[in-house]
């Protein structure tokens, strides 16, 4: 019985986790100076606006590394053939956030 709950709870919540997450976009590597990065791309949909998420795989801090985000960001945006749209970042856990970044 409890097996079946569980099952029934969880086929309940998929459709709305599945619709919170939006488009998953795709995940660029990038390699600067020896240090290697990726750079997400993610939106409400597959039209955009996409939000651009920069970080270090080794995990260290982005905080002093705007100014590489940046690029990185311009480099994600032409490989997909967006536009840049927004290079102001904010820093969330170590990892930069470009909100709108590509168009």
């Known amino acids: 019985m409890r097996l079946v709950l569980a099952a029934m ?40 606006p996409y939000d651009v998420r920069v970080w270090r795989i080794d995990g260290g801090s982005m905080s002093y590394e705007r100014k ?7 480099v994600a945006c032409a490989a997909e053939d967006y536009a840049v749209a927004n290079t102001r970042s904010k820093l969330d856990k170590g990892q930069l956030v470009f909100k709108g970044g590509c168009k």
């Not at 976009?25 to 597959?46: N, Q, S």
């Not at 590489?68 to 311009?74: A, N």
């Open 68 to 74: 590489v985000g940046v690029q990185l960001l311009k």
């Open 9 to 48: 709870i969880g086929l309940a919540l998929t459709p709305q986790l599945a619709a919170a997450e939006g488009y998953a976009g795709l995940i660029i590597p990038a390699e600067h100076k020896g240090i290697k990065y990726k750079v997400e791309l993610t939106a409400d949909d597959k039209a955009g």
